[in-house]
Every structure is written in structure tokens, then in C-alpha cells.
């Protein structure tokens, strides 16, 4: 009990969040009725109503993995390259993920590798 006050503190749990409803409907919050219209359309509980659209808010905006580092440099292209060599000996690139190979004087179009040797 809070001296004086005549309220009763309540310590929430960490892993808890209180959710304070709108008056109103706006694009930015809703009513309980709300929530209980989307529940019941749902076929959920409030509960469970409120996760899944946590789960679509946040398959929608947050990344799955971290950033990259950004396009690779024509030293990493080599050393691609040159590892691809040493696994695949006489293989040749028919498509590729990449739109121009760095080290080639080819065409940029579509290839692929082969590991099939000619016969």
C-alpha cells in the first residue's frame, strides 16, 4: 500500500503489457468492443487476437536476419571464382546469381554453373 494514497501498488511482471483501450476507434488505437468484435471473428480470445496481429505487424516490418554488408568487391568476386576453380575444375558459369561477372570479358546474360564435363 502506497502511504497516504488509499491505492493498492501493483507491480507488473516484466514479460506483462497493460493495454489501455481508445474511447474511440482512431488509426491509431482501438476500442475494447473492438477487440472483442475481432476476437469473436476470429474465433480467439483476446488474447491470442492481440498475438496474431503482433505476428503479422512484425513478419511485415522487421528482419528476419541482419543487414548485409552490401555489394561484394571485384577481390571477392576472385576469390569466388578461383574457389569455384579448385572445387569444380573445368566446370563453366551458365547462369549466375550476379548481373556482370567482374573478372569475365562475357556478355551480361543469365548463367548457370555446369559441373558436367564435356564428352
Request: glycine share 6%; hydrophobic share 35%.
Given at each position: 500500500?502506497?502511504?497516504?494514497?488509499?491505492?493498492?501498488?501493483?507491480?507488473?511482471?516484466?514479460?506483462?503489457?497493460?493495454?489501455?483501450?481508445?474511447?474511440?476507434?482512431?488509426?491509431?488505437?482501438?476500442?475494447?468492443?473492438?477487440?472483442?468484435?475481432?476476437?469473436?471473428?476470429?474465433?480467439?480470445?483476446?488474447?491470442?487476437?492481440?498475438?496474431?496481429?503482433?505476428?503479422?505487424?512484425?513478419?511485415?516490418?522487421?528482419?528476419?536476419?541482419?543487414?548485409?554488408?552490401?555489394?561484394?568487391?571485384?577481390?571477392?568476386?576472385?576469390?569466388?571464382?578461383?574457389?569455384?576453380?579448385?572445387?569444380?575444375?573445368?566446370?563453366?558459369v551458365v547462369e549466375s546469381l550476379f548481373d556482370e561477372p567482374v573478372?569475365?570479358?562475357?556478355?551480361?546474360?543469365?548463367?548457370?554453373?555446369?559441373?558436367?564435363?564435356p564428352r
Open positions: 500500500m502506497v502511504p497516504d494514497s488509499g491505492y493498492t501498488l501493483y507491480i507488473m511482471r516484466e514479460d506483462s503489457l497493460l493495454v489501455r483501450f481508445r474511447d474511440k476507434d482512431t488509426k491509431d488505437g482501438v476500442t475494447r468492443r473492438t477487440l472483442k468484435s475481432l476476437a469473436a471473428a476470429l474465433g480467439l480470445s483476446e488474447t491470442e487476437a492481440v498475438h496474431r496481429a503482433l505476428v503479422e505487424y512484425a513478419q511485415r516490418f522487421v528482419p528476419r536476419y541482419p543487414k548485409d554488408d552490401g555489394a561484394l568487391s571485384e577481390k571477392t568476386y576472385a576469390h569466388i571464382e578461383e574457389a569455384v576453380r579448385r572445387q569444380h575444375g573445368g566446370a563453366r573478372s569475365s570479358s562475357e556478355p551480361s546474360a543469365p548463367k548457370r554453373v555446369s559441373s558436367a564435363r
